[in-house]
């Protein structure tokens, strides 16, 4: 029975002060717990804002500020960072011209993250698909297997790839060794290197998210796609697949955001000859003294990545009305 | 509207086939012909391995031992997208991205078929089970009986030889169930398809099928028309599953040419078929259907005789508990028919008369 | 009942599986090895007596020895030790607060914002949190004059909230209501219902969590990178550095037991998620 039942059951005036009174105590209550958890979450926003989120604010302010010589920036509003980004100035001439060096870096950066999506689609989709196929009892040790390289640190499994694609490494040594080639291959300090190295890093990430999806496939669709006459890459590609998409979808979003922001696999294995765009931002607070330019840069990538991520949750949201 | 081109059904002989798990038998070796154009009901309570026989038949199973045989063909080795069977499965397994055309189109498309003829093909069966007009719309949206047909319409597009059912209708309530019983009578008349249909309601298969096989714990206990299995059932089991009974013991007084002369528990004999292997027995049980026995006023003459213990009205039927002298319940089903006016006394001493040949020597 | 044909051949036959796809699984191995290899690789090898990888020169713990006593990796390393130890206490405090602010309770206003906002260090590339952090302590660092480990500390406790945060969040939602409300109902002060009924149950989630941000703050890089000051290397700066000149064998001493902790603490973390469902 709410308060407004007792108010309309009685009849009376004093009846219906108490049953005013109960449902203000009701929310009296209800307004105190929210309140009470609403406390809880602060401090951690607190922290959150001054060393994280608050930080991006001034990101931002930084960008429209005059970069200092010496490092650091000069108080006056100017444009001279973002113009940096895009655009540069023959110190001759003063012709404008798009900035090639950071254009083709900014390109670089797309391409690479874009094909290390796709390697890590090519191999991680047979191996989620292997996991979840597996018998129930084996599937935790098969994820416990592919989680462990992804808890380890970033630096060391770049470290690894290092040691395995450079001259004297792995790969060389056996190649050599089986008589495939004389010399061995430049593969350090290439774009292959970068691509190998972050393919090696982000698999995990594309494996989870497929394998959570495939885990709910319903394989009685398969079986029927096979009892009306499919070839098994019918199935796949008709029935498979398509359910699947969402893990797609998720995994390709996990892998293309940290590659394109990716700073460390860059540096190790491109070495410093070929630059992404973190490299180039990192360049900005070091040798190039140009910190409003780097913030720019920030803001760019910050961008990019958030239209993916709004690409992503309009494209999430959507199918799962559909399927509503 | 075309007439649905006609299909031909082929016959399906499982030859000693049985079904091991590990140390658990699904089916026992068992020998089974299902004729070319039938509606062969498998009849049975969940878990009695009714459903694993119909995946050995589609090919997702592969049998223990023996052999199946589709139109006289060896299936050993030949997977489902091999076969000319199709299933419909009983959670129905439509394709829930693709809309109702597609999904119904699907057979043909891994077959290769283009899309025009796709489609046209997949509309002509659209109509043959009554959905036009909802070819757009996925799964999702339609309710169980319309995906029921769609499902059927699927099975149907690739022109299977033999057309495989798992409980189909179980999910769905009693008015849309017999409406579906119906339909898919007439499908298989005018397909000419070989239905395999499997279910655990024995009204659904006695209704609908040209020949039923009851089982039970892995093994099929008898193969007969509805009738056959309905009037002479031959093990306790079945009587049990399908109708009611009335079971009671008798002893054999002798036999010869194949019927038996027993005297039943009030001590008056009657003659009833012996059904073979019970050669040396004595005593056998024996049951009697509730319609084939009727009262009798008078207690002395009858066949049988007792204590009228209960009385219940059914509307269309009325039943008889007779407790009889010899100690068993009894249950008479009477019609209501118009004119006939008896009226009978709870309480009251009754004699009850059992139709010719209505009692029913059972194997076990 | 049926004989036997005489045509059966006995034995069970491959069924037709449903589930296999060509070329996955020979895949999916390659995967796994692939994965494993270049780990393993780098482990064998910080077992080398010689210098070079190229070739090897028998068994030798002398790179053990060698990072043991190097005056950096001791003093990066407890450098490590102190900023993960504080910033995940102090993450998995505030994240626990925020889980208890967050979950278990009907949407409130604000309550998908105060969620984007404990997950937006998940969302932002390190890279941009990196700069924004160097920025904003730059500033602060020229108006206090403080340059100690506080700063580090601060940025690490930040981005160690959400992952503190996800798995006790994910252990409240499945933990059960009515134990509470039956404590409150015999009297129990809000803080005592949590101290005897809800922070046991919630101890795993907690415990898993505390774990969860000592890895990730141990593994940090990046925003350690741009926040430190100088001579403030934590082991993965150090080996950042060390990669930029010649890398000894040492460096797969150090990686291996870096390794070996991170593994260990995983390993755990995996258990405390498992057990007590």
New interface residues.
Partial sequence: MTASDATARSGTSADAEAAGSYRSLVEDAQRREIRNKRLLATPALVVLFFAASGPLLIVLLYSFLAPDPYGGVEWEFSTQGWFKVFFQVDIFDDTVSLADAHLSILWRSVQLSFLTTLLTFVFGFPTAYFIATRPVKYRELWLFLITIPFWTNLLIRTFAIMEVIRAEGLINQALIALDIIEEPIQMLYTDFAILIGMAYVYLPLMVLPLYASMEKL?F??V?????????RF?ALR??IV??VKPGIIAGSILVFIPSLGAYVTPRVLGGGKKMMLGNLIELQFGQGRNWPLGAALSITLLIIVMVALIAYVRNTTKSDV??G | MRAATAMRGKDVVL???SMVFGDFTAV????LEIKAGEFFSILGPSGCGKTTILRMI?????P????VLIGGDDM??I????RP???I?Q?L?????MPVWENVA??L???GVGKKQRRERAMELIDMVALRGQEEK?P?DLSGGQRQRVAIA??L??EPAVLLLDEPLSALDLKLRKEMQIELKRLQHETGITFIFVTHDQEEALTMSDRIAVMNNGRILQVGSPREIYDHPSERFVANFIGDTNLMEAEIISVSNGTARLRLPSGTETDADMPEGLDDAKKVTVVVRPEHARLAADAGEATLSGTLENIVYFGTDTHYHVRLDAGELFTIRAQNLRGRDETHESGSRIGIHLGDRAVQVLKD | ?????A????G?????S?KRQTGFTTIAIICFVALYAPIITLVVYSFNSSLSIASWGGFSLQWYEAAWNNQQVQDASIRSVIIASFASVIATTLATMAALGTTRTRPYRGLTAIYAAINQPLMVPEIVSAVALLIFFAMIKVATGYTGLGYLIAAHTAFCIPFAYLPIRARLESMDLTLETAAADLYATPWSTFRRVTLPLLWPGILAGAMLAFVISLDDVVITEFVKSAGQDTLPTYMLGQLRRAVTPEMNAISTVFLAISVAMVTIFFFLSRRRK
Wanted: aromatic share 10%; hydrophobic share 40%; no cysteine.
């Fill in positions: 319903d009685r669709l079986e029927a796609a096979y009892d009306l006459y499919a070839t019918q008709r029935v398509p359910l559909r399927h | 030859d000693g086939v026992h070796p068992t020998d589609s090919g997702f199973l592969e223990t031992t023996g052999r050993a080795g997977g489902p997208n091999r069977t199709a299933l499965f959670n397994a439509l394709f829930p991205l699907f057979g498309e891994a077959r996925l999702g699927r099975a597009a690739v | 009942m049926a004989e036997m044909s045509s059966q051949a006995g069970p036959r491959r069924p037709f449903v």
